[in-house]
T-cell receptor
Framework: KQEVTQIPAALSVPEGENLVLNCSFT??????LQWFRQDPGKGLTSLLL?????REQTSGRLNASLDKSSGRSTLYIAASQPGDSATYLC??????????FGAGTRLFVKA | DARVTQTPRHKVTEMGQEVTMRCQPI?????VFWYRQTMMQGLELLAY????????DSGMPKDRFSAEMPDATLATLKIQPSEPRDSAVYFC???????????????FGQGTRLTVV
């Protein structure tokens, strides 16, 4: 059974810092991995999608990497801003259309 | 712009009442997912459809929950009778799965916040 773990559960950093969010999964047989952002009381916004054949994806200040063999993905946020404050969720698509979510990392960027 | 639309956004109902949540997937998407989010359990997959056919609803309590797609533009999730433990945010997501693929990028709606008192 696929399990997805995200650490840390919460993170508070000063504005301008570069930071790394971690996601690990137990079964390396994945179809893709998606990083989402969720603001309080809102839906999920897709940030980056990495197919199983890819190693990383970049969008603006965000970079996500995938190492299937070790069951890990990282989301790197450069030059963090207060507007980046949100919960970041990692989701693994195991094929058969099932997507398993981690519990998320709550990020707070202080001005 | 293309987005998944869910209605209602908020619903408060009394225990025992029927609740119906609706979802309009992104036009052209052929896969629809229903998720439930709670503080304790996080995001749980309840059911998903491809080309309007239910593929897996093993995550859904069968005795009171039902999910359907009457047509390609509407998915419904119904709870009857509702219970306080059903209080959660219910998300619908859609995606486009091409032949030969077994996964997709999921696009989420804003959710329906359900409170059962």
């Amino acid at each position: 059974k696929q399990e997805v773990t995200q650490i840390p559960a919460a993170l508070s950093v000063p504005e301008g810092e570069n930071l790394v969010l971690n996601c690990s999964f137990t079964d390396s047989a994945i179809y893709n991995l998606q990083w989402f952002r969720q603001d309080p009381g809102k839906g999920l916004t897709s940030l980056l999608l990495i197919q199983s054949s890819q190693r990383e994806q970049t969008s603006g200040r965000l970079n996500a990497s995938l190492d299937k063999s070790s069951g890990r993905s990282t989301l790197y946020i450069a030059a963090s801003q207060p507007g980046d404050s949100a919960t970041y969720l990692c989701a693994v698509n195991t094929g058969g259309f099932k997507t398993i979510f981690g519990a998320g990392t709550r990020l707070f960027v202080k001005a | 712009d293309a987005r998944v639309t869910q209605t209602p956004r908020h619903k408060v109902t009394e225990m025992g009442q029927e609740v119906t949540m609706r979802c309009q997937p992104i036009l052209g998407h052929n896969t629809v997912f229903w998720y439930r989010q709670t503080m304790m359990q996080g995001l749980e997959l309840l059911a998903y459809f491809r080309n309007r056919a239910p593929l897996d609803d093993s995550g859904m309590p069968k005795d009171r929950f039902s999910a359907e797609m009457p047509d390609a533009t509407l998915a419904t999730l119904k709870i009857q009778p509702s219970e306080p433990r059903d209080s959660a945010v219910y998300f619908c997501a859609s995606g486009l799965v091409r032949d030969g693929q077994t996964g997709t990028e999921a696009f989420f709606g804003q959710g329906t916040r359900l409170t059962v008192v």
